[in-house]
């Protein structure tokens, strides 16, 4: 097993320059850092339409230093696969070529691009970093909005329908490597990311990513947040690789431990507040039956 990254042998060198256009707190501030140096030089990135557009800037400014190709919305998967064909045809294979979207352009509007770049086998890396709704665009619901959540279009009693499980969509089509990763735990990402570009074949690496006006919570909590999700057993820390799952870090730390109840995770944002007792204890009923599972 790989030594796992600690802030001492973490990497120096930075791919973002100083300063960008993201949000106060940003989580994905963090998830892009960590995975930028994860993944080093010599990496190509592929950019929908989404909150890391924004944070990157509009040409001619740019917070990364890396080459990156913005494309539209559906084609995320399907234009990665186009940058790995020029890349194999130029004699050039140990590029990294790195899809990276919002949950809405992956769990929705790009699945279908996503999808079929797994079913073929394509030699690419999709980090989906996930702020659970269409931040970019004024906080609309997507595909992964927790149940229950406030958001711009589902104003009065929140989202009515479960949060889609993409890494689980994504690791049915049987691809190499699956993993989950969150922005309060940077260095689990640093791994999972690194550990991405030594596996052939499609890697999909999903992230959770506090958003500060999005949930509606003080930007200096973005990582108490982000951690919350994690000790409260909602958003857990795995790795799909060739079809063995396992927990990793902190979730692996928690099994046969008490965890946090949920109501500790909804507490310290504004979009939940619309959640009931009754809806509150069915969720708590369902984290716990999905860690027991974990413990049989």
Not at 70 to 86: C, D, I, L, P, Y
Request: with cysteine; hydrophobic share 40%.
């Amino acid at each position: 097993m790989a030594e796992k990254t600690t802030i001492l042998n973490l990497t120096e060198e930075e791919f973002v320059h100083p300063g960008n256009r993201a949000c106060s707190g940003c989580g994905l501030s963090i998830v892009y850092r960590m995975g930028l140096k994860a993944l080093g030089k010599n990496t190509i990135l592929v950019v929908p339409p989404s909150c890391l557009t924004v944070l990157q800037g509009l040409y001619p400014v740019a917070s990364t230093k890396l080459p990156c190709v913005n494309v539209t919305f559906a084609s995320t998967g399907a234009a990665a696969t186009g940058v790995r064909a020029a890349m194999k045809a130029l004699g050039k294979e140990d590029v990294n070529v790195v899809a990276w979207a919002g949950d809405g352009g992956t769990s929705d509007i790009g699945i279908q691009a996503l999808s079929g770049a797994c079913e073929r086998g394509e030699e690419i890396i999709y980090i989906c970093y996930d702020n659970e709704a269409y931040m970019n665009t004024g906080v609309q619901r997507s595909g992964t909005t927790p149940q229950g959540v406030l958001t711009t279009t589902t104003p009065i009693k929140g989202k009515l329908q479960v949060k889609k499980d993409v890494p689980a969509i994504i690791a049915a089509h049987g691809i190499p490597y699956v993993a989950t990763a969150s922005a309060a735990f940077p260095l689990d990402l640093y791994d999972k990311v690194k550990k991405a570009t030594t596996i052939s074949g499609p890697k999909y690496i999903h992230v959770h990513t506090p958003c500060p006006p999005g949930w509606a919570f003080e930007s200096r909590y973005t990582i108490k947040v982000g951690k919350l999700a994690v000790e409260t057993g909602l958003f857990d820390l795995y790795e799909i690789e060739n079809g063995t799952f396992r927990l990793t870090g902190p979730s692996q730390r928690l099994l046969g431990k008490e965890r946090r109840p949920v109501t500790d995770y909804f507490a310290t944002q504004g979009r939940f507040k619309s959640l009931s007792a009754e809806a509150v204890q069915k969720i708590q009923q369902q984290v716990d039956a999905k860690w027991a599972a974990y413990q049989s």
